[in-house]
Every structure is written in C-alpha cells, then in structure tokens.
C-alpha cells in the first residue's frame, strides 16, 4: 500500500518498537520486508494486497482492514477491505452486519486482541454462524486508535486450526506489528481525503481559544483568561470556524476534539 508522501523510513518513524524474541534477526528481516513491499504503491487496494501476503505468511487464508474516520459524528465513513469469499462479502453488506459485528462493537471500546469466539460472538449468533458457513471459523483480531481520531481494526482468519496458546505465543508479536504497519499505512493514505474537507491550519491561538470554549468558558471569560479583548477572541473563533468548515463554534469545538486538534 502506498503511503503517500512517506517512504519507508518514514513508516517505520511512526511504528511502535518492537521487542526482541528469541529470534530477533529473523524478526527484523520479516519487518524490513513488509516496509519494503509497502513501500512506494500508488493505492490502498495494492497496500492492502501486501498486508494480505503478510497474514498469509503468518498462517491465515484470508484478512480484512477496517479504516473509521471520526467525522461526520453522525454518520463516521468507513473504508473496509477484505479478500474474503465474495459471497460473504456480498451477505455481509446486504444484511448490513458492519452495524451488529461483534468485533467491530467490541473494537471501538478496546485495542486488545480477541480470538474469535461462541463468546465474542455473543450478541450476534446469526452473524457467526453464517460466516462459519462461509469458511471463516477461526480469527483474530485488534483495533488501533491514533490522536487523530482514525480508528482501525485488523483480522486474520481461517477456515480450520484453532489458533492455540502455542501458535500465539510464537507469532503474536507479528500480528500486532502487522495492526501497526496496516493502521499507518492506511490512514496516511486515507486521512487526506478526510483532511481536505477538515482542513485545519489553525494557529496556536486559535486552539487555545477552542481549549477554553470546549471548558465551557464565554468570549468574556476567555478574553480575560489570555489578557486580549472579547473581540479578539470572537475574530480567533470566527478564523476557526472557517477553517474546520463548521456552522458555529460548537461544531468547530467538536470538530477539532474528533481531530486530534486540541489534544
């Protein structure tokens, strides 16, 4: 997958490090490939290709990568990607299971792993048995969650073998790593057609007005806060406004939060 604007020392800048196994050379060479394979493609549909292989590699026939942008808060977009039957790609969106998944519900609240289960599944038994059906018995799964806001979740699946205490043990340290590369490969490739219509820009006095808005402080209040005139906090408000494209202040509040910008 192509990440545009970044190679892949630029990819590898923003990975979490990874700890040193038993064979940590191997280890290394194994991260060095991926970088490099993602290196340079032009989309995400040819990233996504690369972080199949990789989930091969790791002993799962087939995997899926969910990418949702924190905005609109109404109705978040989200950009999935999978090589699964397409028979069950095909059910899963007309019975609108994105909304009932299990994993997906559970991925928003927590960025620990799960291995699919009777128990994971409990909320939607229809769903599970029809995607045992199609060939997917076995999965694994994690979300990421950056300061923008963008969250993700990879899964690696199967049709057979359980995924043991053993097998984890020896490969989970991958499988995160690979959540890592896929979270940062996709949303930097993604993100900019989210930015262009959320374009930020605001300077340093512009967020600190939006800090002390989002505490519930008046144009007043926050004028003597930062020792300027109420007008000069209203034309800090009126410029962000503008520039996150939002009706009023509120919604410039929200929107800022839902970014990153006021972290």
């Known amino acids: 997958m192509a990440v545009r604007g970044a190679g892949v020392t630029g ?26 394979a993602l290196d340079g493609k032009p989309n995400e549909r040819e990233m996504f290709e690369h972080i199949a292989v990789a989930a091969r590699q790791l002993g799962f026939e ?9 905005l609109p808060l109404s109705n978040p977009r989200t950009f999935l ?17 994105l909304r009932r998944d299990s994993t997906v519900l559970r991925a928003r609240r927590c960025q ?18 029809e995607a045992q059906d199609f060939g997917l018995k076995v999965g694994w799964a994690q979300s990421s969650l950056d300061a923008n ?33 896929a979270h940062v490969a996709m949303s930097r490739s993604l ?51 503008c520039k996150l494209q939002s009706a009023n202040k509120t919604s410039a509040v929200v929107r800022a939060a839902m970014l990153g910008l006021l972290n």
Not at 14 to 35: C, F, N, V
Not at 90 to 96: I, L
Request: a positive charge.
């Open 149 to 181: 806001g963008l969250g993700g979740m990879l899964t690696l699946a199967r049709g057979a073998d359980p995924l043991t205490a053993q097998e984890l043990a020896a490969k989970e340290m991958k499988m995160r790593w690979l959540v890592s590369v």
């Open 62 to 70: 087939h995997c899926a990568y969910g990418l949702r942008l924190p």
């Open 81 to 97: 990607f999978n090589d699964y039957p397409a028979a069950w790609q095909r059910r899963y969106q007309e019975m609108d299971y």
């Open 191 to 241: 993100a900019p057609r989210f930015a262009g219509t959320a374009r930020s820009g605001l300077t340093e006095r512009e967020i600190e007005v939006l800090k002390w808005t989002a505490d519930g402080k008046t144009s007043g209040e926050i004028s003597g806060i930062l020792a300027v005139s109420e007008n000069t906090v209203n034309f800090h408000v009126k410029n962000a406004v």
């Open 11 to 36: 990819i590898a800048a923003m990975l979490p490090r990874a700890g040193k196994p038993k064979d940590h050379t191997a280890m290394k060479g194994w991260q060095e490939d991926l970088l490099s």
């Open 112 to 129: 620990k792993p799960m291995v699919w289960s009777d128990e994971v599944f409990a909320s939607a038994p229809g769903l599970w048995r």
